[in-house]
């Protein structure tokens, strides 16, 4: 499992390092842009899961890599398994790393919305939710893939430029403002907690079962 891991890492390591590098201007445009500081936050994820999600999409429909990979002595539920569990790390991680760095920008004197957890927990959810429906679909075939993660693509590029414009970036804030006060709640936030990791197991498992499946 560790050198499954290891793989999709060095596959994908130069958009992680990348991709840190660029949040750190989030600092600074939280601090010209306080209201809009959550907004960029969740962006930025977004387009970091949806550059992961497609790179290991591309190696789970890939030919060669599926027969090298099933040369190994691994089985096709460990090579899926490692698919998630890296998917999985990439957006808590990196969702924890853009929260600090709003962590920091609040220490210039930037205003939070809401506690550091919840800045956390929703781009975490979302960028799970990205890889729970749009792997399944990867392995299904690789064109409804594509296909879904070129709509997706436009639809990060575009809705920021429509939203960011006069106040519906403020109210995009506030909008998930009244989420994480309804989160506030311990039973909604367990159930958010427990529907989310259903779903990426539910999702897993569909995955599992098409590979197994898979010729190549």
Same mark, same amino acid.
């Given at each position: 499992?560790?050198?499954?891991?290891?793989?999709?890492?060095?596959?994908?390591?130069?958009?992680?390092?990348i991709?840190?590098?660029?949040?750190?201007?989030?600092?600074?445009?939280?601090?010209?842009e306080?209201?809009?500081?959550?907004?960029?936050?969740?962006?930025?994820?977004?387009?970091?899961t949806?550059l992961?999600?497609?790179?290991?999409?591309?190696?789970?429909?890939?030919?060669? =890599?599926?027969?090298?990979?099933?040369?190994?002595?691994?089985t096709r539920?460990q090579?899926?398994?490692?698919?998630?569990?890296?998917a999985?790390?990439?957006?808590?991680?990196?969702?924890?790393?853009?929260?600090?760095?709003?962590?920091?920008a609040?220490?210039? @004197?930037?205003?939070?919305?809401?506690?550091?957890?919840?800045?956390?927990?929703?781009?975490?959810?979302?960028?799970?939710?990205?890889?729970?429906?749009?792997?399944?679909?990867s392995?299904? =075939?690789?064109?409804? @893939?594509?296909?879904?993660?070129?709509a997706?693509?436009?639809?990060?590029?575009?809705?920021?430029?429509?939203?960011?414009?006069?106040?519906?970036?403020?109210a995009?804030?506030?909008?998930?403002?009244?989420?994480?006060?309804l989160? @506030?709640?311990? @039973?909604?936030?367990?159930?958010?907690?427990l529907?989310?990791?259903?779903?990426?197991?539910a999702?897993?498992?569909?995955?599992?079962r098409?590979?197994?499946?898979?010729?190549?």
């Open positions: 499992m560790l050198n499954l891991l290891r793989k999709e890492w060095m596959v994908s390591r130069w958009v992680h390092i991709a840190l590098f660029v949040c750190l201007g989030m600092v600074f445009i939280a601090k010209a306080p209201k809009s500081a959550l907004f960029v936050a969740l962006f930025a994820n977004l387009m970091y949806y992961i999600s497609n790179m290991i999409r591309t190696s789970a429909v890939s030919r060669q =890599d599926n027969l090298l990979l099933n040369s190994l002595p691994v539920t090579i899926v398994a490692a698919k998630y569990l890296f999985v790390l990439c957006a808590v991680l990196f969702a924890l790393y853009t929260s600090l760095l709003l962590v920091l609040a220490a210039w @004197g930037v205003p939070l919305s809401m506690p550091v957890w919840l800045l956390w927990l929703l781009p975490t959810v979302l960028c799970l939710l990205y890889h729970a429906l749009l792997m399944p679909l392995y299904l =075939d690789a064109k409804y @893939g594509t296909w879904a993660s070129m997706i693509y436009l639809a990060i590029l575009i809705l920021p430029s429509r939203l960011g414009q006069g106040k519906a970036g403020e995009l804030t506030a909008f998930f403002a009244r989420i994480a006060s989160l @506030g709640n311990g @039973g909604i936030l367990a159930a958010l907690v529907g989310i990791a259903l779903l990426v197991g999702s897993m498992l569909t995955s599992m098409i590979y197994r499946r898979a010729e190549f």
